[in-house]
């Protein structure tokens, strides 16, 4: 797609002599700065995002096959200290 824009002279300048040494022409050199600004961009955008957003996407995302090992962890794990607690007193 053409596009057009107005550059100081100097900067016009300093863009024919890194295309010149990079054997390139202009246009690529500024495709390719405007590439990088693009990509800093979007990075920036992503850590202003809150770590919720920015995990958003895996949120739901994970199917254990209908295994619910988390549903009575609390009840074993006081079952569990309990038994503990015995061994220690059979002593």
Do not use: W
């Not at 895996?58 to 015995?86: F, N």
């Amino acid at each position: 797609m053409p596009f057009s824009i107005r550059l100081e002279q100097d900067m016009v300048n300093q863009l024919r002599g890194i295309a010149v040494r990079s054997h390139r022409s202009v246009s690529d050199v500024v495709k390719e700065a405007l590439e990088v600004y693009i990509t800093g961009q979007s990075q920036q955008a992503d850590v202003l995002k809150s770590p919720l957003d920015r995990i958003a996407h895996l949120i739901g995302c994970i199917d254990r096959g209908g295994v619910t090992r988390s549903v009575d962890t609390g009840r074993l794990y006081a079952a569990m200290l309990k038994e503990r607690h015995r061994a220690r007193r059979a002593r």
